[in-house]
């Protein structure tokens, strides 16, 4: 019988023990890892909180083997994406977490450090890069290209052929019209509809979207 890696999970606040619910539901004969423990600066979290999983130290000073697999759980894309090259250069070593009720087609590609939650679709042709976080039942269309670090929050839609830069975060229920090329590091709020070019740092909210910050 195949041995199965250390699965930790990077970071123990909301996010990261949901991820762990998540992980906990995959059946373990499909399992390629078992459950570990947290990473986290604060080793106190998860103090008022009652979690089986342990936090064993902080990722940055973590002595990693090469042994270890890990995914990242943390919402806000520049300070995920930072930790992570971050733990990369250390020797970690990222695995991506897909949802056993994802639909992820086989033409896909994911990058590493990627999460996929409840009920994402991810259609033919879609390229996710490293560390991109696609919450629950948002559907991703035809050739979609997310470069590395996007998070994209639940029940958002994102069009063929549309590209998210670097960075970018999505708030629930947005709507990126296909062929949309949003700027790194942009931000489209909640409940937003956009089309066209999004500038490289700015902020959209509404229907039709409205830049409300960037440069």
């Known amino acids: 019988m195949e ?3 250390d699965l930790y999970i990077i970071g123990a606040g909301g996010f990261g023990r949901e991820v762990l619910v998540w992980a906990s539901l ?3 004969e499909k399992r390629a890892w078992r459950i570990k423990a947290f990473l986290d600066s604060m080793p106190d979290v998860l103090d008022n909180y009652k979690c089986e999983v342990p936090i064993v130290g902080d990722p940055l000073s973590y002595d990693f083997k090469g042994e270890e697999l890990l995914i990242c759980a943390i ?3 520049k300070t995920r994406l930072s930790l992570c090259r971050k733990v990369l250069n250390r020797g970690g070593i990222f695995t991506t977490f897909v949802h056993p009720r994802a639909i992820v087609s086989s033409s896909a590609r994911i990058g590493p450090g990627c999460i996929l939650a409840t009920n994402v679709l991810i259609s033919p042709g879609v390229c996710v890069d490293a560390f ?3 919450l629950g039942s948002s559907a991703i269309g035809v050739n979609a290209h997310f470069e590395q670090g996007v998070t994209v929050s639940a ?3 994102i069009g063929e ?3 998210l830069k670097e960075g970018v975060f ?3 229920h947005a709507i990126i019209a296909p062929g949309t090329i949003v700027g790194a590091g942009a931000k489209i709020g909640a409940r937003t509809f956009v089309k066209g070019n999004i500038p490289a740092g700015a902020t959209y909210f509404g229907i039709p979207g409205q830049m409300i910050a960037g440069f």
């Open 132 to 134: 991109s976080v696609i």
């Open 155 to 157: 029940f958002s839609a």
């Open 161 to 163: 052929e549309a590209v």
């Open 3 to 5: 041995n199965k890696k």
């Open 170 to 172: 999505l708030g629930s």
């Open 26 to 28: 995959v059946a373990p």
């Open 75 to 77: 919402g806000d894309p």
